[in-house]
């Protein structure tokens, strides 16, 4: 009797350790099974920032150098200073250029006198040519004198010219609007026009130039997605800055030209855009991270958990008929770490695995 008893005690015991490891296989299936599906559609906008390495340029950067040696006799400026077109930035000893002009202007005058000389022996001379008291010889010797004094009179006037403009040489003027550089050279410095290192340079910063490259790859999207390139210099969105200090600046900028040859050792594409520089913020040899929104409009848009890569193609698992069935897609070059804006491979209605596309084999029963 008591075997009896222990035998149907077994059994039941027995019985449900097989339904408890059932429920628990059932509840793991569930589990399993549980795939995050979405429908596609294609009304969304998104737009996608990317960052490019930039450097910061003034828009004219004029090493300042003398055009005539002496000492600086003046230092009008000092660095960082504003400056207009035409100001005084530095003075060289003039006294030496003011005797040559006075010496140039002396000579002009001798000339002139010669050539008053000249031109009345000439006169004289041909008088007495048609009366035939003096040979043809004599005729033609006055004639070339005349003519040499009028020769001389005419480089004594360039030679006066150019004593004038070495005397306002020695008047270093700004040759535009901009901000004064570093001045390495002080009153009493003997300098020259062949001397190794400019006196200043005054940089236009009204605007900034900045400088960065795209890649190919880059360059080609930007292409396609407005037509031409001269359409995207016309379309593209402003563009922001963000500078070293990791802040973004006030103003927006644009993208002026872009180079339409790709370089063949880095196979990048020169880009420069313009910046206004009204609070004088930027400066010339800083260095930033150009912001550029990429805007797509009525596309398709999935998480990039949604996809698997292979190699340098991308798929995803479209939802037919309840299985998995995988479809290769292509994406914008762009994105933002968490979405994939599809381009091809995808359309509105289509169903797919939205989560855990790497944990799904072909053909998997998914609902």
């Keep these: 009797m008591k075997t009896i008893r222990l035998k149907v005690w077994l059994m039941i015991l027995a019985g449900c350790t097989i339904g408890v490891i059932s429920c628990k296989t059932e509840k793991k299936d569930n589990e399993i099974k549980g795939y995050s599906l979405a429908t596609i559609t294609a009304d969304t906008d998104k737009e996608i920032t990317t960052s490019y390495s930039a450097s910061i340029e003034g828009k004219q950067d004029i090493d300042i150098y003398p055009q005539v040696s002496g000492y600086i006799e003046k230092l009008n400026v000092s660095e960082g200073d504003i400056v207009r077109k035409g100001e005084i930035l530095f003075v060289i000893d003039q006294v030496p250029y003011k005797a040559a002009l006075e010496t140039a202007i002396a000579n002009v005058e001798s000339a002139k006198a010669n050539l008053a000389t000249a031109e009345l022996t000439y006169k004289s001379t041909q008088a007495l040519f048609v009366k035939k008291v003096v040979s043809d010889f004599n005729l033609q010797t006055t004639k070339n004198a005349y003519l040499t004094a009028k020769a001389q009179l ?14 306002s040489y020695t008047e270093v003027k700004s040759p535009s609007n901009g901000v004064v550089g570093m001045l390495p050279y002080r009153v009493g410095t003997l300098v020259s026009p062949s001397m190794p290192q400019p006196l200043t340079t005054v940089s236009d910063n009204s605007n900034m130039y900045v400088y960065f490259s795209m890649t190919e790859n880059q360059f080609l999207s930007l292409a396609r997605q ?14 922001q800055l963000q500078l070293n200090d990791g802040s973004t600046y006030e103003e927006k900028g644009k993208i002026e030209s872009i180079s339409g040859v790709i370089d063949k050792e880095t ?10 520089n009204s609070l004088r913020l930027l400066h010339s040899g800083a260095s930033g991270n150009v912001l550029i929104p990429s805007i797509y409009k009525q596309c398709i848009v999935i998480p990039q958990g949604a996809t698997i890569q292979l190699q340098d193609k991308l798929l995803v698992y479209k939802v037919i008929d309840g299985k998995a069935v995988s479809t290769l897609i292509k994406v914008a070059p762009v994105n933002d770490g968490k979405e994939y804006i599809v381009l091809e491979g995808l359309k509105s209605g289509d169903e797919i695995i939205s989560d855990g596309a790497g944990m799904v084999r072909e053909g998997t029963q998914v609902k």
């Design 154 to 167: 005419a480089q004594a006037k360039a030679q006066e010219v150019n004593a004038r403009n070495n005397l």
């Design 226 to 239: 407005y037509g031409t390139i001269e359409k995207a210099l016309q379309n593209m969105p402003a563009i």
């Design 267 to 276: 196979g990048t594409v020169g880009v420069r855009a313009v910046f206004p």
